[in-house]
């Protein structure tokens, strides 16, 4: 008799694609189906989220949507605190899975809609103490999801030499590099960011690139698992959003897109090791932006040269408004000259991101 799985556990790993001679992609349906189903199915083993619990979490992006696509199959209450950047296709998404959605739409003085949104979600733990919050930010089930995805790579990959991926969590590469490294320690991890994102140092700023990056510093963050840390620019990562789906038929969103920007360099670079890239989501939600070329011309990013390689830093604040890079050295965050500090109440505002 064929053994059938649940959509989430059937899109839940990566399919790897040859990009280049040395160039791996792992490429995601949506790359955090993989944690919201550990960690739900982890508090159920626990006894932490029953028949009568309520699921809460905060979410602007594809966090909620797994959790929403999860939650509809083990038929529990979902709700979802968000803000006004949510998209309105992936609001009637989250909405026809039975996910209630709450909207922030002031933001917070201090903390931005970051903070608002988690002001509002501990409102809703205390008004429904039956409430689990899965807490992607903070929860270490999140980086131990990614276990099976290193697994995968070296089985079928051998050695890993280097992993390129996005930034949010934390919970992708710090996860996934850390089990690769108990075989192979060489392994190199190269972190990408965006400019005004505070994960790597960078003052806390307006982003225009969305699904990267953070406000707030999130517990589950190991900044020494990283070697290298590479910032880009929306306009960039868009730019190689567009080229990666036109060279390589894979049509992905723009984390995608910035991560395959800083992958291509290095592979091309180290011709003899072998690199993969961490393609975190398809282009479905992309495609009234980043795939069309108008709304690219309307918001000034239409045209853009990809440089031929990253500004190369020797500190944090010397990073402009372009793709730069950095040498990070699996340094501790308070090592890394030219990087804000990092504040006491920063811990407490990732509690539960997305």
């Not at 490429?27 to 989220?49: H, N, Q, S």
């Not at 008004?127 to 980086?143: I, L, V």
């Not at 670079?269 to 709304?295: I, K, S």
């Not at 918001?299 to 830093?313: K, S």
């Amino acid at each position: 008799m064929p053994m059938f799985q649940e959509i989430t556990e059937a899109q839940m790993m990566p399919r790897l694609v040859r990009l280049g001679p040395n160039l791996y992609g792992a490429v995601f349906t949506l790359m955090k189906l993989l944690p919201a189903r550990y960690i739900l199915r982890r508090a159920m083993e626990r006894g932490d989220l029953d028949r009568n619990t309520v699921i809460t979490e905060t979410t602007s992006g594809t966090f909620g949507l797994a959790l929403a696509m999860q939650a509809a199959l083990m038929e529990r209450e979902l709700i979802l605190v968000s803000d006004p950047a949510i998209d309105a296709n992936l609001y009637r998404r989250l909405e026809d899975l039975g996910a209630r959605l709450e909207i922030c739409l002031e933001p917070a003085p201090t903390g931005g809609f970051q903070e608002a949104r988690l002001r509002r979600l501990a409102e809703i733990r205390a008004e429904r103490p039956d409430s689990f919050c899965p807490e992607q930010y903070t929860n270490p089930d999140n980086p131990r999801s990614y276990a099976v995805v290193a697994e995968q790579l070296a089985q079928t990959l051998g050695a890993v030499d280097c992993v390129v991926g996005p930034v949010g969590s934390g919970g992708s590469m710090c996860g996934t590099v850390r089990t690769l490294r108990e075989q192979t320690p060489h392994t190199r991890a190269i972190g990408v960011d965006t400019h005004r994102s505070v994960l790597f140092g960078q003052p806390d700023g307006p982003r225009a690139l969305r699904g990267l990056g953070n406000s707030l510093w999130p517990a589950n963050l190991d900044h020494t698992v990283f070697d290298d840390v590479h910032w880009c620019t929306a306009a960039e990562a868009y730019a190689a959003t567009r080229r990666l789906h036109a060279r390589h038929a894979l049509f992905q969103g723009p984390t995608s897109g910035a991560a395959y920007l800083a992958a291509d360099w290095w592979a091309r670079r180290h011709p003899d090791a072998l690199c993969v890239v961490m393609l975190p989501d398809e282009g479905y939600r992309y495609q009234a932006t980043v795939y069309d070329d108008a709304w690219l011309a309307e918001n000034g990013h239409a045209g853009t040269a990809l440089p031929a390689e990253p500004v190369e830093l020797a500190r944090v604040d010397q990073a402009g408004d372009r793709w730069s890079r950095l040498a990070w050295q699996r340094s501790p965050y308070g090592r890394i000259p030219g990087a804000v500090a990092m504040t006491a109440a920063a811990p407490r505002g990732a509690e539960a991101l997305s």
